[in-house]
């Protein structure tokens, strides 16, 4: 494994292990955060503390896109404590011309400890040119884990030029 790799995975497991450390412990085993960026940037946060039985969340969050939006982009991360665990995350777009464009993924596990496993995807789209640009879109995460596990997920989400 060469160095980057080393780096993205110690970087998103920090990231996704704090986000996880710090999430409060209520009454709630799933829940949802957004971080809105730069404008056309936002972040999605889905975290699952499952109890005897398994439980996911579904969180999603519109955002603006800069003027003349073509392309949409979602990178995924996640930390788990179980290998069995399932992240998908989205980034949809309504263009002008009614239609939508869509990148979306669901992780794969590029690390694995002994108690903790990291999963990654990455996606893109563009819409054609004569379908117009796009205002607004829509940026999701889906976490999902097994009896017993701990799921912190993270959508980051992008459209542009």
């Known amino acids: 494994m060469d160095y980057a790799i080393r780096a993205k995975l110690f970087a998103a497991a920090v990231a996704l292990g704090l986000g996880l450390l710090a999430a409060p412990q209520a009454d709630a085993a799933s829940q949802c955060k957004t ?27 519109d ?12 990178f995924g991360t996640a930390l788990a404590t179980s290998r069995d665990a399932v992240i998908a995350v989205d980034n949809t777009a309504n263009l002008s011309s009614g239609e939508q ?23 893109k789209a563009v ?15 889906y976490a999902e884990g097994p009896a017993g596990s701990r799921v912190a997920a993270n959508a980051t989400c992008f459209c542009g030029t």
């Open 35 to 61: 971080l809105k960026l730069l404008p056309g940037v936002v972040q999605v946060y889905a975290t699952v503390d499952a109890g005897a039985v398994g439980d996911s969340a579904f969180c999603t969050a």
């Open 63 to 74: 955002f603006a896109c800069p003027t003349g939006s073509n392309k949409v982009e979602v």
């Open 101 to 123: 464009v869509s990148a979306n993924c669901i992780t794969t596990v590029v690390g694995n400890g002994k108690r903790i496993s990291v999963s990654t995807c990455n996606a």
């Open 127 to 141: 819409a054609p040119v004569n379908k117009g640009t796009a205002d607004t879109s829509a940026c999701s995460a």
